[in-house]
């Protein structure tokens, strides 16, 4: 971060001169932190458009030109060249690692896949029909019951093991999420499988065959890990941040994480666009649906981001996936893809859409992908989670590793009521 000028600010006649920081890439930023003190005033930004909450080595997202580096190396190099778990220690770590840095890390994570036994008597806790992202919050929350060895957030060595246990656990958990939602026992991790072909067999593995697993679903189920393995300042990883900035411990600030990324703004949306793929049904009736999210009933979900104003690079390789995965597996013809690739052609070339700068994200084609892969919707944001966990974890690490480091505290713009006298019961009108 360096600094060369600074923003000069009149507040009701208090003059204050802020630094401007600069990045390597990226806005320059108003550093404010001795605004309050300087003029009393706050900065007023809900939903934090105009704000960077912190200073980060890890992601870096041009959303004009629909750029996504990852330690600067760009998503669509990585969805075609790197593995997830190599991505993963890029993330963590800053750098690619060389062969036998890779072998350690490998075989650490592969190491730790298994759960405690106790932990899946958790699972019959939950009714059948929870949703799997309710056992997610509450299984990923329970794991610092579990493995107290390792909460000590100002340990490095034990920050270290909660970052590989959160990362090889995850799998077991969304698998066994998904397990006890169809009523079918629990399939244990294999440890001489890949992450993806792992999870893969944990998920659809009966005890009755043998599960043979398809070298394209793992490739497919790789990239799409790839492809939501860190997305920057998002509301699940500020969330992570804010939580763990208290001094909670690792598996609480995934939990909470998990929490907000449930919603259909974030990682819900892949649901929620394959449900309204659904509801469409055929390509005749993409024209009264636009319409609809015209007059403003409604969103065309999987469209849009707050910071891409271009296209998703990850829908890119997602659309490209979508088209192997159904070549392999399911129905090429598809009418939901013929839906999709319609509705993605009328939107890109509608007045609406384009003066909005609404492009496909991620999870347009994410739903159709991952429903011929064999998941049910309910299934997906667990999927987004377990891929997200690296991305969520390497920033709480940047974060506690930071000497900046202070609990997050954000202030407000009170506009209810003033001082006033408290009036008994018996005396209101
Ligand atoms: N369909 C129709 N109109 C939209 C959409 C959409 N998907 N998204 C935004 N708009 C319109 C919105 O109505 C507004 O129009 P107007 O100016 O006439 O009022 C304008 O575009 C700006 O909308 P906004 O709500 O200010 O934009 P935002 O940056 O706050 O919202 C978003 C970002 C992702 C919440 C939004 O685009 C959205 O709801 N998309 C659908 C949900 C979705 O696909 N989410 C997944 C995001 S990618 C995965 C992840 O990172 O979690």
């Known amino acids: 971060m360096t600094q060369n000028t600074s923003a000069n600010l009149n507040v009701g006649g208090k003059a204050v001169s802020l630094p401007v920081q600069k990045g390597t890439l990226g806005p320059d930023v108003i550093d404010i932190r001795k605004l309050y003190a300087e003029t009393d005033a706050f900065t007023y930004d809900p939903g934090f458009t105009s704000t960077a909450s912190c200073e980060s080595k890890i992601t870096f997202i041009d959303g004009d030109a629909g750029v996504l580096l990852h330690r600067g190396y760009p998503i669509g190099q990585l969805a075609e060249k790197s593995s997830f778990l190599e991505t993963c220690y890029l993330l963590l770590h800053g750098e690619l690692p060389s062969a036998a840095e890779f072998e350690v890390f490998e075989r650490n994570i592969t190491r730790h896949t298994m759960l405690h036994e106790q932990f899946d008597r958790f699972f019959s806790g939950f009714r059948r029909d929870a949703h799997p992202m309710a056992i997610m919050t509450g299984a990923v929350g329970a794991l610092s019951a579990f493995y107290h060895d390792s909460l000590d957030i100002h340990d490095l060595k034990q920050r270290e093991i909660s970052a590989h246990r959160?990362?090889?656990?995850?799998?077991?958990?969304?698998?066994?999420?998904?397990?006890?939602?169809?009523?079918?026992?629990?399939?244990?991790?294999?440890?001489?499988?890949?992450?993806?072909?792992?999870?893969?067999?944990?998920?659809?593995?009966?005890?009755?065959?043998?599960?043979?697993?398809?070298?394209?679903?793992?490739?497919?189920?790789?990239?799409?890990?790839?492809?939501?393995?860190?997305?920057?300042?998002?509301?699940?990883?500020?969330?992570?941040?804010?939580?763990?900035?208290?001094?909670?411990?690792?598996?609480?600030?995934?939990?909470?994480?998990?929490?907000?990324?449930?919603?259909?703004?974030?990682?819900?949306?892949?649901?929620?666009?394959?449900?309204?793929?659904?509801?469409?049904?055929?390509?005749?009736?993409?024209?009264?649906?636009?319409?609809?999210?015209?007059?403003?009933?409604?969103?065309?979900?999987?469209?849009?981001?707050?910071?891409?104003?271009?296209?998703?690079?990850?829908?890119?390789?997602?659309?490209?996936?979508?088209?192997?995965?159904?070549?392999?597996?399911?129905?090429?013809?598809?009418?939901?893809?013929?839906?999709?690739?319609?509705?993605?052609?009328?939107?890109?070339?509608?007045?609406?859409?384009?003066?909005?700068?609404?492009?496909?994200?991620?999870?347009?084609?994410?739903?159709?992908?991952?429903?011929?892969?064999?998941?049910?919707?309910?299934?997906?944001?667990?999927?987004?989670?377990?891929?997200?966990?690296?991305?969520?974890?390497?920033?709480?690490?940047?974060?506690?590793?930071?000497?900046?480091?202070?609990?997050?505290?954000?202030?407000?713009?009170?506009?209810?009521?003033?001082?006033r006298d408290y009036v008994p019961l018996s005396a209101r009108g």
């Not at 999420?177 to 629990?186: D, N, R």
């Not at 900035?245 to 394959?274: D, K, M, Q, T």
């Not at 449900?275 to 979900?301: A, F, S, W």
């Open 166 to 419: 959160l990362i090889a656990k995850m799998p077991t958990i969304a698998a066994r999420a998904f397990k006890y939602s169809v009523g079918q026992p629990f399939v244990h991790p294999r440890n001489d499988l890949s992450y993806s072909a792992n999870f893969l067999r944990m998920c659809f593995a009966v005890p009755a065959e043998d599960y043979v697993v398809d070298p394209v679903l793992v490739k497919a189920m790789d990239r799409i890990f790839i492809l939501h393995a860190d997305h920057e300042q998002n509301a699940s990883t500020s969330t992570v941040r804010l939580a763990g900035s208290s001094g909670a411990n690792p598996f609480a600030c995934i939990a909470a994480g998990i929490a907000c990324l449930w919603g259909p703004s974030h990682g819900g949306a892949n649901e929620e666009a394959l449900n309204m793929l659904k509801e469409i049904g055929k390509p005749e009736n993409i024209k009264d649906y636009v319409q609809g999210v015209k007059d403003k009933k409604y969103r065309l979900m999987g469209f849009g981001h707050r910071v891409y104003k271009n296209y998703d690079p990850r829908a890119t390789v997602m659309k490209q996936s979508a088209d192997e995965v159904l070549a392999a597996v399911g129905d090429p013809n598809d009418p939901l893809l013929q839906v999709a690739k319609e509705l993605e052609q009328i939107a890109l070339n509608d007045e609406y859409f384009v003066e909005r700068k609404l492009f496909p994200n991620v999870d347009f084609y994410s739903g159709i992908t991952l429903s011929a892969m064999g998941f049910p919707t309910t299934m997906f944001t667990v999927l987004f989670a377990l891929a997200r966990t690296v991305g969520w974890i390497a920033q709480w690490k940047e974060m506690i590793e930071d000497p900046s480091q202070k609990i997050g505290r954000p202030r407000q713009l009170y506009t209810g009521a003033t001082q």
